[in-house]
Structure formats: structure tokens, C-alpha cells
């Protein structure tokens, strides 16, 4: 695979201990686009990964590139190593944003042209869609449209973050008789950015497709009469996205999130995207209008938002040109009016997408309707607009249960969604509460309490490495826990409990809680392996998560690598330790694994002499994870299902040689090769834990 990003040395000569964390995102984005690369991946999932790769750039100039400018002001002075940062940022942003578009045009829209779906552009029209399309514009666009010519009682008009705009050029004289040069046409946001047309005007077997950009463009002359347009451009702002509220002076969090909202769309501009044949002096006027260096802006050939494309797929019925249809396991071992019994007998571990979501739903909706529960409590950090688990607590608080939900106001966004699920929580009469201040919530547990056999109260919890979104887990890799185990469902208890009362919680026996003891416990599994072996004993760690980032813990595995203990990891996104360095490494190895599935899992395994000490857990092994959220990791006990851990959530993944990409000590990444017959971790477990569905 031919991608060689920006070597991940900072800025000095000599080699640091720590890769940087930006260039290590953007790292982890080539990878997303090496999948659309992939001739070996179906048409329309190559156009996913597309999306997905321009969704994920997006999100990375909102948060950590805003981040960045916001520690010095965004036209402030910044300091020489800062600045560097962002000059290879800027390099390798557009490097990745170049090559989106070049998989796009010279791969993916031939191809998908070839099976019959056709995005036409104006000149790719025939005179009856060209008819259809100037009809569509008349009827559904133009009343839509407010052009506005700048002037000095016209100012330049406030964009909102993302949206598609227009910069235009004229020339002649106003209506008034003035010269006004320049126009602003921003598209409206209530329609549809991809339109399909009229079967009758595509052929037989596939469809044509527009884009609104395109239909717009086609016919922006009409909104201009009497003026000549000279040029013109389809525009795009991306803004500061981080919200901020100071948490100590608000006496209602909900309320002021609500105001917040509202100014998101209005953030610090920190990147504009116009088309490749953009005038210069147009563009130099917008960066202008924006406070923007040329740095920041990038010539685009071809729409302004790849992330959009993927509803193309929506659009034609072509399954040959996606993945085959995959079946979770929907076999449980319980009824669902019995799930509590089962529990009793047993812990059942879940592992999605692989095995159905479903039972975690089951599990509060039994809850929910059984006469012998008396409370549910639960978090929520992400849970969709739509959800069955919600609607159960919902029923559950009608019902006069006691319900508490700690719902997470400042989950990244999905705001809204909380305000409005913490909205109809509370008028069904559950007890909602939003976490701690200034620590975001991210733990991932339900807990059950039923009143049983001599009116004695027994606790049931889920514990888990995920949200409660039933259509995120379709798609991303995750384990729960559902549990009767007394002293683990009695410390979900207390992590209610210190959560809702601010008390300091009791010491734990199983859990690991963020803030207070998490990062400790890490570190102290990782020097217990050390100390083993330097015994002479043989010593293991394998962990898996979403991005490794702490100081303090790589510093740790740096010294358990020197001790001799082998270190597996599996980090999907960012990763600041160089692995393989003599001296400082050269017994970890790191690798990623991009596949089908979006790898989400959180696995922790410690040989420990052989106690094979795993757990589970909602935190990746981020300062912001250990320190400024409450998270929690939870042990597996049960023999069986730790092998089934490490067979299904490590193993597999160390043998990839398909899907794996291995970090090297310089921060580039490879593609795993080998003369081995190819292994699929994500195939493999399809393969094994998936229903078939004749």
C-alpha cells in the first residue's frame, strides 16, 4: 500500500519519547482511506470509507486543530513548536484531502458509472434531465434561495459550521445602479444535498444522481438578473465545534447547554474548502472574511463534502455492490421473562456486533415490566433519537419504579438527543442527573434491583465497553457483561450512588473508577508484570483500545518492556508511544486494525503469573479518559468467558494479516504482509459467532 505520511519525529532532530498525537489522528485517517483505495472492497463500501475518511477529517479541524489555535488565540502569535505542529498538520491534511478526491474521481465514480449509477454533472446532462433539473430548481430551490449582494448595509452574511455556500462574482450595475461585486447564495439546510431523478430519465439498470451543489450551480444565473455573473465558487466553512460552558457558575447545566447549542454553528473558523477552480481573488476574499491564513484553505475538485456521498448508497438497490449481508447471533440463554434467573446461574457475556444488542435491550425492558423490580438505574452517554432502551425507562418511571438515568449533557454531538431524552425522562418522573462537573461521564452501566425470595433486594448489572445505541452496535466491535455477581453489581451501586450524592465512594474490591483509581491500577498491573519479569518468570501484557495517549502509563510499559515483559497492543486511532526502539521498546509491538467494523473494545490482560487478570472497560488509556472522565474497567472471573476474551478480543486481532497495520518507532504505519494464508480477525469472528440465516 503505497501511503507514506509525514514522518512523526515533532520537530527536533533526535528522537522523543512520544509520537505526536495530531499527526498520529491523521495517520489513523489514511488508514480509514486506504480502504477505499482497496479495489478488494465492494464499490459502494469504498464510497463509505470516503465519507467516513472526510467525516472523520472534519471532526479532527473542529475539535483538535480549533483546540490547538484556541490555546493562543486563532490570530494570536504562536509559539515556535505549535506552529511547526500545524505546518505538518496543514501538509499532510492536504496530502489526505488530495488524494480523497483522486480515489473519487479517477476510481470510484468510473466504476460505480459503470454499474449504472451515474452522478451527472451539468454538462453531463441530456436535454430532458437538463429540463427535469431547471424544473426541480423552479419549483423546490430557488423560492428557498436569498441572495445577498454585499454592500455596506448588506455585510458579509454569518455561515453557518459545515453548510454549503456560494461565493459569486458580478458584474454591471445593481438594480440602484451600483457596482456591487460580490454575492453570497448559501444553500438552505432543509434540503436534500443528493437527489435522485425520475427513473424514466436513467437507464434501465442503474440510476442518475445530482448534487443540490451541482443543480445550484447550473442555474445561478437566474437569481442574478440584469447582472452578469463572472464567476463563482461552491464554498465551505468548518468552525470551533467544541462547546463551553462554565460549569461553576451555571446553576442549570441543561439550560445553558440549550444556549450553547446555538452558537456551535458560529465557532472560530478554522478551515475553508472551496472548488479547484475557484478564482484566486474569491478565495482571498473569503479567507479574508474568515481571519484565515492560506494554510487553511483547500482547493477541492469536486464537491465541497465528501461525507454527504454516502447517502448515494441509500439511493440504488445494488447489493452486490456492498458487503454480504451479515447476521448477528440472536440465540440467548435465557427467556426473555426469565432473563434474572439465568443471571443467577450464570454471567453472560455479550459481544456485539457479533452477538445481537438485543439482550442488553431485553434486560431493561424485563426490567421495565417485571412486578418484582423496584429500581433501574442507568448511564447514558450516546443513545440515538430513536431508542427502545429509553422508551423502556420511560415506561419503567410510568410505572412508579424507581428510575435514575445519569445522562451526559456534553457527549460530543449528541447534545440535543440527551437534552431531549433528560426532557421526557423527567416528565415520565425518572430521576435525571447529569454526572459531576467538569467530568464527563463515560462509563457504561445498568443496574436492576428486584425484590426477591424473603423480600430480600438482589442487584443485576450490564457493564459494558460501549454506548447503549442500538444501531452504533451493528457496526462497532464491543463486549458487555451482564451480571448477578453480589460484589460487582453492589460496586455499580456505589458508582450510582457517588455520582448522584458526590460522596466519595467506597474502596472497590473489582471495579477500576476513573478519576480515583483507574490510571493507579494500570500502572500497578503493568509494574506487577515487570517485577515477574525481572523473577524470571514469563511475562504478558495484551491490551486493546481506541487511542493510547497517557505519559504516564507508556512510561510504565517503556520500563516493563526493558524488564522483559512482552507487550501486545491493539490501538485503533492515535497512538503517542514509539514502539520497537532499543533501549525503550523493542518488546512492544502496536498495531491497528481498520476493517468492516469500527474496532471500539476496550481489553486489558495481564498474565499475572498465571491468573490471566482481564478486563473490560468503557476508557481508553488517555489523560482525558483517567483523569477527567468517570469511566470505568470491570474483570471478567469466569474462566470461560476470559478465554472467550482473549479468543474472541485479542487473539484473532494479533494474528491479522489482512486488516493490520503496524506501527513503526518513526510513527509510520504498514501494512501488515504475509506469505501465511490471509486471516481476517473481523471475517473470523463473523464466520464463527454470526447466524446463518438459512
Same mark, same amino acid.
Given at each position: 500500500m503505497s501511503i507514506t505520511p509525514v514522518k512523526n519525529d515533532v520537530v527536533e532532530k533526535k528522537l522523543v519519547p512520544f509520537l505526536d498525537r495530531e499527526l498520529s489522528q491523521i495517520a489513523f485517517n489514511w488508514r480509514v482511506l486506504a480502504q477505499a483505495e482497496d479495489s478488494s472492497v465492494p464499490l459502494l463500501e469504498r464510497l463509505r470509507y470516503l465519507s467516513i475518511a472526510s467525516s472523520n477529517l472534519d471532526e479532527f479541524f473542529e475539535v483538535r486543530v480549533a483546540s490547538l489555535l484556541a490555546q493562543h488565540g486563532n490570530a494570536g502569535k504562536l509559539p515556535p513548536q505549535l506552529r511547526a505542529t500545524l505546518e505538518q498538520i496543514s501538509i499532510e491534511a492536504h496530502?489526505?484531502?488530495?488524494? =480523497? !478526491?483522486?480515489?473519487?474521481?479517477?476510481?470510484?465514480?468510473?466504476?460505480?458509472? +459503470?454499474?449504472?449509477v451515474h452522478l451527472l454533472r451539468h454538462n453531463d446532462r441530456n436535454p430532458a434531465q437538463r429540463a427535469w433539473v431547471k424544473a426541480y430548481f423552479?419549483?423546490?430551490?430557488?423560492?428557498?434561495?436569498?441572495?445577498?449582494?454585499?454592500?455596506p448595509a448588506h455585510p458579509f452574511? =454569518?455561515?453557518?459550521?459545515?453548510?454549503?455556500?456560494?461565493?459569486?462574482? $458580478?458584474?454591471?450595475?445593481?438594480?440602484?445602479?451600483?457596482?456591487?461585486?460580490?454575492?453570497?447564495?448559501k444553500a438552505p439546510r432543509v434540503l436534500p444535498r443528493i437527489i435522485r431523478l425520475p427513473d424514466e430519465l436513467s437507464n434501465k439498470k442503474g440510476a442518475s444522481i445530482c448534487l443540490l451543489s451541482s443543480i445550484i450551480h447550473a442555474h445561478i444565473d437566474d437569481l442574478f438578473n440584469g447582472r452578469e455573473v463572472v464567476a463563482y465558487s461552491q464554498f465551505r466553512l468548518t468552525r470551533d465545534s467544541d462547546l463551553w460552558v462554565d460549569e461553576d457558575e451555571v446553576k442549570n447545566l441543561r439550560?445553558?447547554?440549550?444556549?450553547?447549542?446555538?452558537?456551535?454553528?458560529?465557532?472560530?473558523?478554522?478551515?475553508?474548502?472551496?472548488?479547484?477552480?475557484?478564482?484566486?481573488?474569491?478565495?482571498?476574499?473569503?479567507?479574508? =472574511?474568515?481571519?484565515?491564513?492560506?494554510?487553511? *484553505?483547500?482547493?477541492?475538485?469536486?464537491?465541497?463534502?465528501?461525507?454527504?456521498?454516502s447517502e448515494i448508497g441509500d439511493l440504488v438497490n445494488l447489493p452486490d455492490l456492498r458487503f454480504p449481508a451479515f447476521y448477528a447471533d440472536t440465540s440467548t440463554p435465557y427467556s426473555q421473562s426469565d432473563i434474572f434467573a439465568a443471571l443467577r446461574k450464570q454471567d453472560i457475556l455479550l459481544h456485539h456486533p457479533y452477538q445481537t444488542f438485543q439482550t442488553v435491550i431485553d434486560f431493561v425492558r424485563s426490567a421495565a415490566a417485571d412486578p418484582a423490580v423496584v429500581a433501574i438505574k442507568q448511564t447514558i452517554y450516546r443513545t440515538g433519537m430513536n431508542s427502545? $432502551?429509553?422508551? +423502556? *425507562?420511560?415506561?419503567? +418511571? =410510568?410505572?412508579?419504579?424507581?428510575?435514575?438515568?445519569?445522562?451526559?449533557?456534553?457527549?460530543?454531538?449528541?447534545?440535543e438527543a440527551n437534552i431531549n431524552w433528560a426532557d421526557r425522562l423527567q416528565r415520565a418522573g425518572a430521576q435525571v442527573v447529569y454526572g459531576v462537573v467538569g467530568l464527563k461521564t463515560h462509563a457504561k452501566l445498568a443496574l436492576v434491583i428486584r425484590r426477591e425470595v424473603g423480600h430480600q433486594l438482589r442487584c443485576y448489572a450490564h *457493564?459494558?465497553?460501549?454506548? !447503549?445505541? +442500538?444501531?452504533?452496535?451493528?457496526? !462497532?466491535?464491543?463486549?458487555?457483561? *451482564?451480571?448477578?455477581?453480589?460484589?460487582?453489581?453492589?460496586?455499580?451501586?456505589?458508582?450510582?450512588?457517588?455520582?448522584?450524592?458526590?460522596?466519595?465512594?467506597?474502596?472497590?474490591?473489582?471495579?477500576?473508577?476513573?478519576?480515583?483509581?483507574?490510571q493507579n491500577q494500570l500502572v500497578r498491573s503493568i509494574r506487577n508484570e515487570a517485577r515477574i519479569a525481572k523473577s524470571g518468570k514469563p511475562a504478558r501484557i495484551i491490551a486493546k483500545m481506541n487511542a493510547l495517549l497517557d505519559e504516564s502509563v507508556i512510561k510504565a510499559l517503556y520500563a516493563a518492556s526493558n524488564d522483559g515483559v512482552k507487550i501486545d497492543l491493539i490501538v485503533r486511532g492515535a497512538c503517542a508511544l514509539r514502539p520497537g526502539v532499543p533501549g525503550l521498546s523493542e518488546n512492544i509491538t502496536v498495531r491497528s486494525i481498520v476493517g468492516r467494523f469500527l474496532e471500539h473494545s476496550r481489553i486489558f490482560y495481564f498474565r499475572n503469573d498465571l491468573a490471566h487478570d482481564t478486563y473490560l472497560s468503557s476508557a481508553d488509556w488517555m489523560n482525558r479518559n483517567l483523569f477527567r472522565r468517570i469511566e470505568v474497567a470491570f474483570p471478567i472471573l469466569d474462566k470461560n468467558l476470559k478465554k472467550r476474551v482473549m479468543e474472541e478480543g485479542l487473539l484473532p486481532y494479533l494474528k491479522d494479516n489482512t486488516h493490520a497495520w503496524i506501527l513503526d518507532e518513526d510513527g509510520t504505519y504498514s501494512r501488515r504482509k504475509s506469505r501465511a494464508q490471509p486471516f481476517s480477525a473481523q471475517q473470523f469472528l463473523m464466520e464463527t459467532l454470526g447466524q446463518n440465516p438459512d
Amino acid at each position: 500500500m503505497s501511503i507514506t505520511p509525514v514522518k512523526n519525529d515533532v520537530v527536533e532532530k533526535k528522537l522523543v519519547p512520544f509520537l505526536d498525537r495530531e499527526l498520529s489522528q491523521i495517520a489513523f485517517n489514511w488508514r480509514v482511506l486506504a480502504q477505499a483505495e482497496d479495489s478488494s472492497v465492494p464499490l459502494l463500501e469504498r464510497l463509505r470509507y470516503l465519507s467516513i475518511a472526510s467525516s472523520n477529517l472534519d471532526e479532527f479541524f473542529e475539535v483538535r486543530v480549533a483546540s490547538l489555535l484556541a490555546q493562543h488565540g486563532n490570530a494570536g502569535k504562536l509559539p515556535p513548536q505549535l506552529r511547526a505542529t500545524l505546518e505538518q498538520i496543514s501538509i499532510e491534511a492536504h496530502r489526505i484531502v488530495d488524494r =480523497q !478526491y483522486e480515489v473519487l474521481n479517477d476510481e470510484v465514480l468510473p466504476q460505480l458509472s +459503470a454499474h449504472g449509477v451515474h452522478l451527472l454533472r451539468h454538462n453531463d446532462r441530456n436535454p430532458a434531465q437538463r429540463a427535469w433539473v431547471k424544473a426541480y430548481f423552479e419549483r423546490e430551490v430557488r423560492p428557498l434561495l436569498t441572495p445577498i449582494g454585499l454592500d455596506p448595509a448588506h455585510p458579509f452574511p =454569518q455561515v453557518v459550521n459545515k453548510s454549503l455556500n456560494f461565493i459569486v462574482s $458580478l458584474a454591471g450595475k445593481d438594480a440602484f445602479g451600483r457596482g456591487t461585486a460580490i454575492a453570497i447564495v448559501k444553500a438552505p439546510r432543509v434540503l436534500p444535498r443528493i437527489i435522485r431523478l425520475p427513473d424514466e430519465l436513467s437507464n434501465k439498470k442503474g440510476a442518475s444522481i445530482c448534487l443540490l451543489s451541482s443543480i445550484i450551480h447550473a442555474h445561478i444565473d437566474d437569481l442574478f438578473n440584469g447582472r452578469e455573473v463572472v464567476a463563482y465558487s461552491q464554498f465551505r466553512l468548518t468552525r470551533d465545534s467544541d462547546l463551553w460552558v462554565d460549569e461553576d457558575e451555571v446553576k442549570n447545566l441543561r439550560l445553558a447547554l440549550q444556549g450553547e447549542l446555538q452558537g456551535r454553528q458560529f465557532g472560530a473558523a478554522v478551515r475553508l474548502e472551496v472548488a479547484k477552480n475557484c478564482p484566486p481573488n474569491l478565495s482571498k476574499f473569503l479567507l479574508e =472574511q474568515f481571519n484565515l491564513d492560506h494554510s487553511r *484553505l483547500y482547493e477541492v475538485n469536486g464537491p465541497v463534502n465528501l461525507a454527504r456521498l454516502s447517502e448515494i448508497g441509500d439511493l440504488v438497490n445494488l447489493p452486490d455492490l456492498r458487503f454480504p449481508a451479515f447476521y448477528a447471533d440472536t440465540s440467548t440463554p435465557y427467556s426473555q421473562s426469565d432473563i434474572f434467573a439465568a443471571l443467577r446461574k450464570q454471567d453472560i457475556l455479550l459481544h456485539h456486533p457479533y452477538q445481537t444488542f438485543q439482550t442488553v435491550i431485553d434486560f431493561v425492558r424485563s426490567a421495565a415490566a417485571d412486578p418484582a423490580v423496584v429500581a433501574i438505574k442507568q448511564t447514558i452517554y450516546r443513545t440515538g433519537m430513536n431508542s427502545d $432502551l429509553m422508551e +423502556a *425507562l420511560i415506561s419503567a +418511571a =410510568q410505572a412508579g419504579k424507581e428510575v435514575t438515568v445519569i445522562l451526559e449533557l456534553m457527549a460530543r454531538f449528541d447534545e440535543e438527543a440527551n437534552i431531549n431524552w433528560a426532557d421526557r425522562l423527567q416528565r415520565a418522573g425518572a430521576q435525571v442527573v447529569y454526572g459531576v462537573v467538569g467530568l464527563k461521564t463515560h462509563a457504561k452501566l445498568a443496574l436492576v434491583i428486584r425484590r426477591e425470595v424473603g423480600h430480600q433486594l438482589r442487584c443485576y448489572a450490564h *457493564l459494558g465497553t460501549g454506548n !447503549y445505541h +442500538a444501531t452504533t452496535t451493528k457496526f !462497532y466491535t464491543d463486549f458487555g457483561l *451482564l451480571t448477578a455477581h453480589p460484589t460487582i453489581a453492589a460496586e455499580v451501586n456505589e458508582v450510582f450512588i457517588h455520582l448522584t450524592s458526590l460522596t466519595k465512594h467506597k474502596k472497590f474490591q473489582y471495579l477500576w473508577l476513573a478519576p480515583f483509581s483507574l490510571q493507579n491500577q494500570l500502572v500497578r498491573s503493568i509494574r506487577n508484570e515487570a517485577r515477574i519479569a525481572k523473577s524470571g518468570k514469563p511475562a504478558r501484557i495484551i491490551a486493546k483500545m481506541n487511542a493510547l495517549l497517557d505519559e504516564s502509563v507508556i512510561k510504565a510499559l517503556y520500563a516493563a518492556s526493558n524488564d522483559g515483559v512482552k507487550i501486545d497492543l491493539i490501538v485503533r486511532g492515535a497512538c503517542a508511544l514509539r514502539p520497537g526502539v532499543p533501549g525503550l521498546s523493542e518488546n512492544i509491538t502496536v498495531r491497528s486494525i481498520v476493517g468492516r467494523f469500527l474496532e471500539h473494545s476496550r481489553i486489558f490482560y495481564f498474565r499475572n503469573d498465571l491468573a490471566h487478570d482481564t478486563y473490560l472497560s468503557s476508557a481508553d488509556w488517555m489523560n482525558r479518559n483517567l483523569f477527567r472522565r468517570i469511566e470505568v474497567a470491570f474483570p471478567i472471573l469466569d474462566k470461560n468467558l476470559k478465554k472467550r476474551v482473549m479468543e474472541e478480543g485479542l487473539l484473532p486481532y494479533l494474528k491479522d494479516n489482512t486488516h493490520a497495520w503496524i506501527l513503526d518507532e518513526d510513527g509510520t504505519y504498514s501494512r501488515r504482509k504475509s506469505r501465511a494464508q490471509p486471516f481476517s480477525a473481523q471475517q473470523f469472528l463473523m464466520e464463527t459467532l454470526g447466524q446463518n440465516p438459512d
